[in-house]
């Protein structure tokens, strides 16, 4: 059998990801990684899951709830839970406008599949989550970018229809970066404009480390439009960054037009994610939630000092990196002439230290002079050793470019 003449044409676009190639560095103890949005597994409420698990399993009428079939839409009390979480931002909603899925990840995958027909265009910013691209790639869409302040680029200039925008407002993946409210109003006067849904990431929200948090593009579509009904805007939340990732629960907050389609393509994809870790999710999320968020923040908000803090001291001259306000990355832009993939390979042979090529993050390969540093896994100690190796590695590269730089 000729597997490669079997597959079909969409097969084409789907790339291995960089970052799941790059996670099995894990494993080798000499590296020190900043490529991975890993959460430091230190942190997870472990106790409080084995309680959950225990619980419920111990409970025959739970046990046999738990391990049985249920309904695409998810476990009803921790849709509700979700409701009343959402309600905390602003956005008024019920259960039938809660869908679970299996992650945030299968939630951009059912709505690229849902949204998105060959030749249609999809708006993102410029760097985006990969993971995102991998999502909608199978569907076979253009890109167009628009710049975090809301402002597009040319769009539609074939003809193409605008099928969905994306964006992580808060803290997003790769830069750290979070939009203000007046980028959020212009990207929903964008969406409205053509017409299309806007697909609001916000797996980075709840780690917030300064500031006062910005509305969701959700809430401010439903302050102008009156009802979550009638809203353009198609939230993803997930429980993987602040409770668990390993037991995959996120969930899709939408109109309820969509969702109904949502659970058609689950019910097709899974049938429903597993309810037992719904419900342990659930209990450990009631116990749990605000003091679970409040003690990563604490811990990631040191890691993301001691990050901007060694990139001060170690980087060389002509390297820019961003400065978040919250979530798990920082994304260094280095000189034109220095290529991050390049530089990853020196990096591991040399220095023993991993990051994430910054053109993997642009739907067309953009640019190569870029870098993702993740700071949620590493100690403060291992993040200052890492840059400072790092830091040396980039000013030997430039000094054999000719264009030497002082180091900071």
Known sequence: MDWHSAFARRTERMKASEIRELLKLLARPEIISFAGGIPDPALFPTKAVRSAYDAVLSDPHLAGQALQYSVSEGYEPLRSWIS??????????????????????????????????????????????????????????????????????????EGERVALAYVVP??????????????????????????????????????????????????????????IDRSRVVYCGTFSKTLSPGLRVGWICAARDLVQKVVLAKQAADLHCATLNQIVIHRVALE???????????????RRDATLN????????????TRPTGGMFVW???????????????SLREEGVAFVPGAAFFADGGTGNALRLNYSLQSEQAIDEGIRRLS?????????????????
């Not at 790639?137 to 253009?142: K, L, S």
């Not at 030997?396 to 900071?408: D, N």
């Open 84 to 157: 009343s979480y959402m309600a905390r931002r602003g956005v008024r909603c019920g259960v039938e406008n809660i869908v679970i899925t299996a992650g945030s990840q299968q939630g951009l995958d059912l709505l690229g599949k849902l949204l998105l027909s060959p030749g249609d265009t999809a708006l993102v910013t410029a760097p985006t989550y990969l993971g995102a691209l991998q999502a909608f790639n199978a569907y076979e869409p253009r890109y167009a970018s628009f710049s975090t302040s809301g402002t597009p680029s040319p769009a539609n200039d």
């Open 170 to 227: 808060d803290s997003a993946n790769p830069t750290g970066e979070t939009m203000e409210e007046d980028a959020r109003r212009n990207l929903l006067d964008l969406s409205a404009a053509h017409d299309a849904p806007l697909i609001e990431d916000a797996a980075y929200e709840a780690l917030r480390f300064e500031g006062e948090p910005q509305r969701s593009c959700q809430s401010l579509d439903i302050e102008s439009c009156g009802d």
């Open 288 to 302: 749990q939630y605000d003091a679970q968020v409040e003690r990563i923040v604490g811990v990631y908000s040191k």
């Open 310 to 321: 060694a990139l001060s001291r170690h980087m060389p001259d002509g390297v820019a990196w």
């Open 332 to 346: 260094v832009t280095l000189p034109p002439y220095l290529d991050g993939a390049e530089l990853l390979s020196l």
């Open 392 to 408: 040396g590695l980039v000013a030997r590269e430039l000094r054999g470019t000719g264009r030497c730089a002082a180091v900071a």
